[in-house]
């Protein structure tokens, strides 16, 4: 009340505003808190998860008592104890194709706490068809990433990203692993642009990226504009938010993925044959061992951002521990844009290399 940007106008609009949280998780744990806390009036969550006991050291909304809860019962619960003057509404369901425009039509803005690329297009979808503005929020280990979409006709997830990689190169938190810490961050962070925007005060992430770097403690601003080549999206598909890209102009045997296997390989290039060896593993991985003749080394889930880096004019050869991450950056590689060359999976990986072609290469 003492504050001169919001004083007893600010948190009468506070009061009135509704804002629709998808996710009650990491990043949805503390901009409930703070959303509730803040007297938002009424303040909607969808998830269709339960409470772990694994995901509490992020999840922070939540508590042990509450373990194998529905996280929408155990967050309602929890932010009526903190705040019961705000309405709470509890969707334990998915957003989805079907019920994202009516849900999301019913608040006035909406903050993204979900963990997977199909849910993000389809909130930017909504929110575009709406007119709604949505607060982004990701998290990868020790980096955060935070902006404002479709604030005022702004520009949307769409013209930041135009393509989702396979869901293989998203992995999720409990895959890649998080800082327990930086969910809290960042979503303290949602919390504080949707309580501004409902304010109309200060300068929202429109056409920023706020990039937080933990480990050296730093952040910076990216700016992206809106893309005029973009259509405006004017309705929902469940293909329009897949995360898979296919490349219509390639050819169709161009089109699927390529396998050969570590005998083949050795034979190949003993006669002449000089692929870009490509190893999507993870550095601490590349310390243990690696393959005699390596390109280049991009962590798999990196190469969306990388896939410059590799060659259109020259086959290339992906491998990886087993083979599972290498298939999928061939199949996306294949699939996101037009190679001249041909695209293959090293089958079996570092392990059958060992098995096959030279023991003395470590396995793991």
């Known amino acids: 009340m003492t504050l001169p940007e919001v004083g007893p106008e600010g948190q009468r609009l506070l009061n009135e505003a509704s804002i629709l949280v998808v996710g009650a998780g990491g990043l949805g744990s503390p901009a409930l808190l703070y959303l509730a806390a803040a007297g938002i009036g009424r303040i909607g969550i969808i998830d269709d998860d339960s409470v772990d006991l694994s995901n509490l050291q992020r999840q922070v909304l939540h508590g042990t008592s509450a373990v194998g809860e529905a996280k929408v019962i155990s967050a309602e619960r929890r932010l009526n104890d903190l705040n019961p003057e705000v309405t709470i509404e509890a969707y334990e369901a998915r957003l989805e194709v079907v019920n994202a425009l009516d849900l999301i039509g019913g608040f006035?803005?909406?903050?993204d706490g979900s963990d997977n690329f199909s849910t993000r297009y389809l909130i930017s979808d909504a929110c575009e068809i709406l007119g709604k503005p949505?607060?982004?929020?990701?998290?990868?280990?020790?980096?955060?990433?935070?902006?404002?979409?479709?604030?005022?006709?702004?520009?949307?997830?769409?013209?930041?990203?135009?393509?989702?990689?396979?869901?293989?190169?998203?992995?999720?938190?409990?895959?890649?692993?998080?800082?327990?810490?930086?969910?809290?961050?960042?979503?303290?962070?949602?919390?504080?642009?949707?309580?501004?925007?409902?304010?109309?005060?200060?300068?929202?992430?429109?056409?920023?990226?706020?990039?937080?770097?933990?480990?050296?403690?730093?952040?910076?601003?990216?700016?992206?504009?809106?893309?005029?080549?973009?259509?405006t999206v004017t309705d929902l598909s469940d293909y329009a938010i897949e995360c898979s890209n296919p490349a219509d102009t390639i050819e169709e045997s161009q089109r699927e993925m390529l396998e050969i296997n570590p005998v083949d390989y050795v034979e190949r290039v003993g006669q002449g044959w000089s692929p870009f060896l490509l190893d999507v593993r993870r550095m601490d991985e590349e310390r243990i061992v690696s393959l005699e003749g390596t390109s280049l080394r991009i962590q798999h889930n990196l190469v969306p951002q990388r896939v410059e880096e590799v060659p259109h004019d020259r086959d290339v050869v992906i491998y990886c521990r087993t083979g599972g991450r290498s298939a999928a950056v061939a199949r996306f590689l294949i699939a996101s844009r037009s190679p001249e060359r041909y695209v293959y999976n090293l089958t079996g990986g570092i392990h059958k290399w060992s098995d096959t072609v030279d023991s003395s290469i470590i396995k793991y």
Request: contains cysteine; charged residues 15%.
């Open 134 to 231: 949505w607060v982004f929020g990701s998290i990868h280990r020790f980096e955060g990433q935070v902006t404002t979409f479709n604030l005022d006709g702004g520009p949307n997830y769409r013209d930041l990203f135009p393509k989702a990689p396979p869901t293989e190169l998203a992995p999720n938190c409990a895959e890649a692993g998080v800082l327990g810490v930086l969910p809290g961050i960042v979503g303290s962070i949602q919390a504080t642009e949707a309580i501004k925007i409902i304010l109309g005060v200060g300068e929202p992430l429109s056409g920023r990226l706020l990039v937080i770097d933990a480990l050296g403690m730093g952040m910076r601003s990216l700016s992206y504009s809106h893309d005029p080549s973009r259509a």
């Open 108 to 111: 006035d803005l909406v903050i």
